[in-house]
């Protein structure tokens, strides 16, 4: 493993190949969906949860701020922290984080604990997804393309501001010293 730009890049797009993985398998076979959609649901889920941790570190890494992301699965709890992040660092940028956000919020209700794609009860013992209708996961899989194209671009953004700014610093303290 030589991941580019660091670790968590590879865990953030290997869970999203792998979902992409696994609906290909069903749309090719036409077989396989009642069992493959749990860990499919459970790849998208992990794939986002992962995506706003990144994002998290990006953007306090850009503000010249100690990195501190919320250590928890909930998403919502993650999302509002890199939501305001975003907005601070991209202020122009309301109407495609609201629709991400839209999304993202029908996701955290669906799997609020991050164990609901994963077992079929809680910890507590209840079941999970009593409420879930059917997954039509073509349709899923375009939704949360967008959400992760949306982020992806964001996080590619937000490492260039970071490269032109250390640029930046590098050429000021070769000119000026301290």
Same mark, same amino acid.
């Given at each position: 493993?030589?991941?580019? /730009? ?9 869970? /999203? ?10 749309? $090719? ?15 998208? #889920? ?14 306090? #890494?850009?503000?010249? $701020? ?35 956000? #839209? ?7 669906? =799997? ?5 794609? #994963? ?25 949360? $393309? ?5 982020? =992806? ?20 303290? =070769?000119?000026?010293?301290?």
């Amino acid at each position: 493993m030589d991941w580019p /730009r660091d670790a968590w890049i590879g865990y953030i797009e290997g869970y /999203r190949k792998a979902a992409g993985l696994m609906l290909a398998r069903v749309a $090719e076979t036409g077989r396989d969906q009642d069992y493959l959609v749990y860990p499919f649901l459970m790849c998208w #889920r992990q794939h986002i949860e992962l995506q706003l941790k990144n994002l998290i570190i990006q953007c306090t #890494r850009y503000k010249d $701020e100690e990195v501190d992301f919320p250590r928890t699965h909930k998403l919502e709890v993650l999302w509002r922290k890199a939501r305001k992040l975003l907005n601070e660092v991209y202020p122009d940028d309301t109407a495609a984080i609201d629709d991400v956000e #839209r999304l993202l919020l029908q996701l955290q209700a669906c =799997d609020p604990t991050s164990e609901h794609f #994963r077992y079929p009860v809680a910890k507590d013992g209840s079941p999970t997804l009593g409420a879930l209708p059917r997954v039509h996961m073509r349709l899923f899989q375009e939704a949360m $393309e967008g959400v992760a194209t949306y982020l =992806d671009a964001t996080d590619t953004g937000l490492r260039e501001k970071i490269n032109s700014r250390d640029d930046y610093r590098a050429a000021m303290y =070769d000119m000026y010293g301290q």
